[in-house]
């Protein structure tokens, strides 16, 4: 009987085959909306990651900034100056930190020849290399030595070589920063765009005392990232840095904190979150036109049954019970559920590759929403399938046989 109503189902669908297409339609675009839309979220998801992670992972950025001046707060960068001693304190009086690593930035022209290029040059240790998951791809890193020399020394990006040095290698050659002249002794590896759209690899970095000394002539720094150990000790970390930063620049209890620490660990949190949600929503939306191609289920089957009411009628009248009509008209329209969810799949992937193909986001296809996605369609089919074929399985044999 199972075997039976399922090739009574694929008859009655290839002998119908418009009223057919224009009821899968609805089922395959709704499933092909839910996987395309639900990847463009989990593509959201993994883009925040990437972005966060190229910045490095478990890192805490302390900045200037913060106080309160006549009952209103300034902005970062506004308060007390940090120093070169304050990350020095940090990295000696606190646990759990891996990499410790003060900055200084400042635009400058950079000239090579009759090439220029204008750029943020970034004065740090050689840690920062480590903490930004930069690789020095050719020459080497910034060293102790060159900190300690004030050396005109300097390790570049790769938009810097395209453009400064598009005919060879700059390992060894002079850039002139600001008129001054500094050797190249590192190329980093490309990292591409950050999640704020901007050139990572339009980048140089100088030793923290050369720029400090040197070029700028200034006894503090911009910010001091801090690399925790790894995630479980980094909200610790964190409430070691405000503590020790607290008794350095003597401030009182009652009174603000002249700095801010952001935790990126955290930003991530509230990012995957709020990425979270829009997955949500959007998956939400697109299940809505499932529920619209349930409801064409129905009205399709609605419309079999009453074409086939003769035909129930000699089913009933030859000994067909309420079971063996009920478990016919499910049957079939679970059969739609079904192969409109295949369809609908074929579509949601071909529909997440468009869009990251040709709308250039990033998208992820989910195995287990593809296999969410049948299953609910199927259940859709049967869903809406119940109240005809109750319907089909209640008629009187008497009069369905004298339906004309």
Sequence with gaps: MFNESIKMAIDGMISNKLRTLLTLLGIIIGVGAVIAMVS???????????????????????????????????????????????????????????YVAPMVSRGYQLVVGNQNWTT???????????????????????NDHDMAGKDR???????????????????????????????????LGAKGQSSGGQDQDDVVFVPLTTAMNRMMGITYVNNITIQAMNENVIDSVQAEVEHLLRIRH?????????????????????????????????????????????????????????ERTREIGIRKA?????????????????????IGGFLGVLLGIGASYAISTFAEWKTVISVPIIIISVVFSVGIGVFFGIYPARKAALLDPIEALRYE
């Design 40 to 98: 463009l979220g989990f593509g959201v998801k993994e883009q925040i990651k990437d972005n966060i992670s190229r910045l490095g992972s478990n890192l805490l950025i302390v900045q200037s900034g913060g106080r309160t001046a006549t009952g209103a707060r300034i902005q970062a960068g506004s308060g007390a100056r940090l120093t070169d001693d304050d990350a020095k304190a940090i990295e000696k009086n606190i646990d759990g930190i891996k």
């Design 120 to 142: 943020n040059v970034q004065g740090s240790t050689p840690n920062i290399i480590d903490i930004r998951d930069y690789t020095v791809e050719e020459g080497r890193n910034i």
């Design 153 to 187: 020394v300097c390790v570049i990006g790769k938009t810097i070589v395209d453009n400064l040095f598009p005919d060879g290698d700059p390992i060894g050659k002079t850039i002139r920063i600001n008129k001054a002249p500094f050797k190249v002794v590192g190329v």
């Design 250 to 306: 003597r401030i009182k209890n009652s009174d603000d904190d002249d700095f801010s620490v952001r935790n990126l660990a955290a930003l991530m949190d509230t990012m995957m979150s709020t990425a979270n949600t829009i997955t949500m929503l959007l998956g939400c939306i697109a299940a809505i036109s499932l529920l619209v191609g349930g409801i064409g289920i129905m009205n399709i089957m609605l419309v079999s049954v009453t």
């Design 318 to 338: 030859l000994g067909a019970t309420y079971n063996n009509i009920l478990l016919q008209f499910l049957i079939e329209s679970a059969v739609i559920g079904i």
